[in-house]
């Protein structure tokens, strides 16, 4: 089946030490997501790439950066995990750009100790 | 820009029980509207969508959900609910245009009691 992979679910980084979040897709989808979830609350969107075009939300932390080698894969990385960047972080694609709906990975829960 | 409101934190219904979920929006023009679902620890999955046309959809795992201009919802229903719909249900509204982009409401948590 198609879908949205994400690894690892569960990663554990101290304070401070770059992190790696990945997430491959098999739907061929041109867009592709970064959302972090704070427990309780809604998605916030990061960013996302529209094929090799990246778009950064005016709000997203600077800690925070993204790669999207090729159409199969996009990373997050965390430079330097605070406390606070403790969360969920969602993978998402869609076949367009727009807001049409979206695909999402089962998601990596982030521990920063 | 577009923004959600779900009025409901948390809801709890019996087994069997029907079931409505509100969503507000507000968009200057026709919205795309979605709801989602959200299991413990899992990603979230489309439901169902509303783009144009017919104001009552039809989604997955029976439910449905109605499109009203007039109040600016999209509320999100099923007639009879199971335990396996317990979960966190998020209703989204995408703006137009290549540029758009979706926007999530807070969520509305379902509690199913046997």
């Known amino acids: 089946d198609a879908m949205v992979i994400q690894n690892p679910r569960y990663q554990v980084t101290q304070f401070g030490k770059p992190v790696t979040l990945s997430c491959s897709q098999t739907?061929?989808?041109?867009?592709m997501y970064w959302y972090q979830q704070k427990s309780s609350q809604a998605p916030k969107l990061l960013f996302h790439y529209y094929d090799k075009d990246f778009n950064n939300e005016a709000d997203t932390p600077d800690n925070f950066q993204s790669r999207r080698p090729n159409t199969s894969f996009c990373f997050l990385d965390i430079r330097s995990p605070g406390l606070g960047d403790a969360a969920m972080y969602l993978c998402?694609?869609?076949?367009?750009?727009?807001?049409?709906?979206?695909?999402f990975g089962p998601g990596t829960r982030l521990t920063v100790t | 820009a577009q923004s959600v409101t779900q009025p409901d934190i948390h809801i709890t219904v019996s087994e069997g029980a029907s079931l409505e979920l509100r969503c507000n929006y507000s968009y200057g023009a026709t919205p795309y509207l979605f709801w989602y679902v959200q299991s413990p620890g899992q990603g979230l999955q489309l439901l169902l969508k509303?783009?144009?046309?017919?104001?009552l959809v039809q989604g997955i795992k029976g439910f449905e959900a109605e499109f009203k201009r007039s109040q600016s919802s999209f509320n999100l229903r099923k007639p009879s609910v199971h335990w396996s719909d317990a979960a966190e249900y998020f209703c989204?509204?995408?703006?137009?245009?290549?540029?758009?982009?979706?926007?999530f409401g807070d969520g509305t948590t379902l509690t199913v009691k046997p």
């Open positions: 998402a694609t869609s076949p367009r750009g727009g807001p049409y709906e979206q695909y």
């Open positions: 509303y783009f144009s046309g017919d104001t």
């Open positions: 739907l061929n989808h041109n867009v």
């Open positions: 989204a509204v995408g703006a137009r245009g290549y540029a758009g982009k979706s926007t």
